[in-house]
């Protein structure tokens, strides 16, 4: 018996490219939760597991440097 394999290419799938609306939108919700962020105080930050100097470097990032996966 002899066994035939198919070496066909899968496919690749384009994700589509954030919107410039969508950039602007995911910037300014990135902005509001840096400063929400920097309102916390010292025992809710321990509680999530930051320190305040963890804290202040999440606020102080540009507001187009988003997560990753909220590009998806």
């Known amino acids: 018996m002899t066994m035939t394999t198919c070496n ?5 799938t384009r994700k589509p490219q954030p919107t410039a609306f969508r950039m602007i939108k995911l910037a300014l919700k990135a902005r509001n939760q840096r400063r929400a962020l920097r ?24 507001i187009w440097d ?7």
């Open 66 to 72: 988003v997560p990753a996966n909220w590009l998806r």
């Open 8 to 12: 066909t290419p899968a496919r690749t």
């Open 39 to 62: 309102r916390l105080d010292s025992a809710t930050l321990a509680d999530l597991g930051l320190t305040r100097k963890q804290a202040e470097q999440e606020a102080n990032r540009p």
